[in-house]
């Protein structure tokens, strides 16, 4: 399967058609969110550009670009945490993509939890609020990323 | 309930304190997903700034940004289709919001459909791809938005 993308048409042909023709920001990027494909737990948010989505759509694992080292990585290169994609959606615009996965081993965050959003926002008692930290972490980030913490 | 977001401090602080303290970027704004709280379904994603991420905070409401129209909207001001919020999340790197919500009314897509990310990507026969809607609308958006097509 070879993804080509398709021009931005109409509105309508966006919103509402067949093409494939999804919009990347001005520094070529597009947000991807990955949830499971099982229960619907958001797991991640993060960022595509066209290679890192054609290499998704193509072979079935999550790639993303990373935009502080500049570069596509493949979902669990490091940790083994590999994202088995069972679908990737469009949204309306085309501007953002959602992939429901099989997330391979106990999480998609680096640093330990299942989710990356692993804490809700909370009152604090004095009439502000903070951050709370909803469940247990999954693993230990130091024992799967050994070479790299 | 006030709502101030503290210093970017650290990257421990930031990927595991209790300090609220969200990232926003270049143009003020940080990306907001909103999924179902009962399910799970990922409902849309848009965006916040600093204000709109207060007043969702603050009114248990969703509010977002409209970098189309440069102006912060309530979800379902004009639709009644109101997203009433149960959790606010925010993610390690603090650059991205989860919003578990209760959906008022049919669906969070002006499209029609109870969730924005109604295609997913599917082989087009002739090796390349489409996009395949992957169920029925919820509602009749003409119906609904009588006076904003």
Same mark, same amino acid.
């Given at each position: 399967?070879?993804?080509?993308?398709?021009?931005?048409?109409?509105?309508?042909?966006?919103?509402?058609?067949?093409?494939?023709?999804?919009?990347?920001?001005?520094?070529?990027?597009?947000? !991807?969110? !990955?949830?499971?494909?099982?229960?619907?737990?958001?797991?991640?948010?993060?960022?595509?550009?066209?290679? !890192?989505?054609?290499?998704?759509?193509?072979?079935?694992? *999550?790639?993303?670009?990373?935009?502080?080292?500049?570069?596509?990585w493949r979902k669990g290169g490091t940790s083994g945490h590999v994202q088995k994609v069972r679908e990737v959606r469009l949204d309306c615009d085309?501007? *953002?993509?959602?992939?429901?996965?099989?997330?391979?081993?106990?999480?998609? /965050?680096?640093?330990?939890?299942?989710? /990356?959003?692993?804490?809700?926002?909370?009152?604090?008692?004095?009439?502000?609020?903070?951050?709370?930290?909803?469940?247990?972490?999954?693993?230990?980030?130091?024992?799967?990323?050994?070479?790299?913490?």
């Amino acid at each position: 399967m070879t993804v080509e993308f398709a021009a931005r048409g109409s509105h309508a042909e966006i919103e509402e058609g067949t093409a494939l023709a999804p919009k990347f920001d001005a520094d070529g990027l597009i947000p !991807a969110i !990955a949830s499971d494909a099982g229960d619907g737990t958001v797991l991640m948010m993060a960022w595509m550009n066209a290679e !890192a989505l054609k290499a998704t759509i193509e072979t079935g694992e *999550a790639h993303y670009w990373s935009r502080s080292r500049r570069e596509m990585w493949r979902k669990g290169g490091t940790s083994g945490h590999v994202q088995k994609v069972r679908e990737v959606r469009l949204d309306c615009d085309q501007d *953002a993509v959602l992939l429901l996965v099989e997330q391979e081993g106990p999480g998609a /965050c680096h640093v330990g939890y299942r989710s /990356c959003f692993f804490r809700r926002v909370a009152p604090d008692g004095a009439g502000g609020v903070r951050l709370e930290t909803t469940g247990p972490k999954a693993y230990d980030p130091k024992a799967v990323y050994k070479t790299k913490p």
